[in-house]
């Protein structure tokens, strides 16, 4: 038996047939057959070997052996591909053959699970006509959550004025909005130059961790964490080095596990209050101390506050950066979820405390900054209007408000489950309940979430996406109304009621 591996007879079968993972599920519907690219993505990744039926069809779309493919034995054979099966393209009429181009290696590490392969499985359902209950993005659009008509009536009133690029930090309409937003959150030190606007936080997460990070620094990252942060850290070449945040304390940093990691090749550390994806906000006390971390080891600190405006139950957000003037902070939020537009794009970071150490690191970001031009100037119009005045998102947050009740529903709905806890969100729209893998056997959390897929046709992200070190949790984002939540809380109920894996 050969010791290659089954991915490896694939990636080597199809690379000699110039064919990409689409191409098998194209040439697979050609055959009437159903072969899902998650599926392909899973077996040319290794994570799991395909049964004998999908062996069988993978070598006749390949024109191999279907022993070899499977087990190594024989020779790969030199029958070509069935023309009547196989799709016809430029890849596969060729009189010579064209060099492969594969993706950077960059990427070998990096990981976006929110929308990964069981996403992709659910985009497939979906092509065939199934139903999908998608609790696994923050996206408030969808579940009926509307932008204030204050902020569309700005944007669209300005657009005449916005056809052209903006200072490459943003309009001083919206820098100067943020810049007194930064002040009732009693950050020190800012300035106008040190605010910018992005598409987004995700583009400003991206810039900075390419102008912060050489290859073998290290940056401390929560886990479990918003995983676009590790993603880019990555990326740029650095190393994700995540200390633990402890369920049994709400969901607060791990003080001692923090300070553990850090090492000589440690530049920065993360925060991310309130937290994504376990609806925690940190308390005074402890963002005090991450302070004297961050002071002891001289650290700087990226806050990522995106969800600053949407705290329950009383509970104050602190930003970090106003315990740390004498420290380089860089802090992140913006207009995406407390004013429901995150198709708008609209995010914006702060410099703020000592920017005396971090002159450098202000010059690559003017760099990088200028060569992206600008963010997107008609959503930048509407920051001053949103920033200002009345906040509609408090009455959702609110006892009564739709965010609040159902946050209340979907946490004690949970908990109701044999098998299941969560600790109460402070904040956000998500949960992130653990299960009890002794009682469903799970050892494979991907599995677990592909499984409720098929069964009850609910999309959760597993806690692995999140890098979170064990198979036993998952994120819900609990934004459909109530009685979608109803359901799905039934269908889970149901699920785990009888569910052990495999």
């Known amino acids: 038996m050969s010791h290659e591996t089954f991915a490896e007879r694939?990636?080597?079968?199809?690379?000699?047939?110039g064919l990409k993972q689409a191409d098998l599920v194209h040439a697979a519907a050609a055959r009437g057959e159903k072969l899902g690219k998650s599926q392909v993505s899973q077996y040319v990744s290794g994570k799991v070997v395909?049964?004998?039926?999908?062996?069988?069809?993978?070598?006749?779309?390949?024109?191999?052996?279907?022993?070899?493919?499977?087990?190594?034995?024989?020779?790969?054979?030199?029958?070509?591909?069935?023309?009547?099966?196989q799709p016809v393209s430029a890849t596969t009429q060729r009189s010579a053959t064209m060099r492969e181009f594969k993706k950077s290696t960059k990427l070998d590490n990096v990981l976006y699970d929110v929308r990964g392969p069981v996403a992709d499985e659910a985009a497939r359902m979906e092509d065939e006509g199934?139903?999908?209950?998608?609790?696994?993005?923050?996206?408030?659009?969808?579940?009926?959550?509307?932008?204030?008509?204050?902020?569309?009536?700005?944007?669209r009133q300005q657009l005449p004025d916005c056809e052209g690029y903006s200072d490459s930090r943003g309009l001083f309409s919206a820098r100067k909005a943020i810049m007194q937003y930064a002040q009732l959150k009693h950050l020190p030190n800012v300035s106008m130059d040190g605010i910018y606007t992005g598409n987004g936080v995700s583009e400003l997460i991206q810039l900075c961790m390419n102008v912060l990070l050489n290859t073998g620094d290290e940056i401390l990252i929560p886990s479990p964490d918003y995983p676009l942060w590790t993603a880019c850290a990555t990326l740029a070449g650095g190393t994700a080095v995540h200390y633990l945040c402890d369920e049994q304390a709400e969901w607060t940093p791990d003080l001692a596990d923090m300070e553990a990691k850090?090492?000589?090749?440690?530049?920065?550390?993360?925060?991310?209050?309130?937290?994504?994806?376990?609806?925690?906000?940190?308390p005074r006390e402890v963002l005090e101390q991450i302070v004297e971390i961050a002071r002891r080891h001289q650290l700087m600190i990226f806050s990522d506050e995106i969800y600053d405006r949407l705290c329950?139950?009383?509970?104050?957000h602190v930003s970090i950066a106003s315990l740390a003037p004498d420290l380089p902070c860089v802090t992140f939020s913006g207009l995406s979820k407390s004013h429901m537009v995150a198709g708008y794009r609209i995010g914006w970071m702060i410099l703020s405390g000592n920017k005396r150490c971090m002159s450098d690191f202000i010059y690559g970001i003017n760099m990088l900054s200028n060569m992206r031009l600008c963010s997107n100037v008609p959503a930048q119009s509407i920051v001053q209007t949103a920033l200002g005045g009345y906040q509609s998102v408090e009455r959702y947050v609110e006892p009564g408000g739709r965010i609040y009740e159902q946050r209340n529903f979907v946490y004690e709905a949970l908990n109701d489950i044999d098998g299941i806890t969560a600790v109460k969100p402070k904040a956000a729209f998500y949960i992130f309940p653990k299960i009890d893998?002794?009682?469903?056997?799970?050892?494979?959390?991907?599995?677990?979430?592909l499984d409720l897929l098929h069964e009850k046709h609910?999309?959760?992200?597993?806690?692995?996406?999140?890098?979170?070190p064990e198979p036993d949790?998952?994120?819900i984002v609990y934004l459909p109304r109530m009685g979608v939540l109803r359901e799905a809380m039934t269908d889970l109920a149901d699920f785990f009621a009888h569910y052990r894996q495999g």
């Not at 609790?135 to 932008?147: K, V, Y």
Request: aromatic residues 8%; proline residues 6%; charged residues 20%.
């Open 130 to 155: 199934v139903r999908i209950l998608k609790l696994n993005i923050g996206n408030p659009a969808p579940f009926g959550f509307r932008t204030p008509d204050e902020v569309v009536y700005d944007m």
């Open 473 to 475: 949790h998952f994120r």
């Open 262 to 282: 850090v090492t000589s090749n440690t530049k920065a550390l993360v925060i991310i209050n309130p937290n994504n994806p376990t609806g925690a906000v940190y």
């Open 437 to 449: 893998v002794k009682k469903f056997n799970i050892t494979d959390d991907e599995q677990f979430a």
């Open 10 to 17: 694939l990636a080597t079968a199809m690379a000699e047939q």
């Open 458 to 468: 609910i999309l959760i992200t597993r806690g692995g996406g999140f890098n979170w």
């Open 312 to 316: 329950m139950d009383g509970h104050e």
């Open 50 to 85: 395909p049964r004998a039926n999908v062996v069988r069809l993978l070598a006749v779309l390949l024109g191999v052996d279907a022993s070899w493919l499977a087990t190594g034995e024989g020779t790969r054979a030199a029958a070509r591909p069935e023309t009547a099966t």
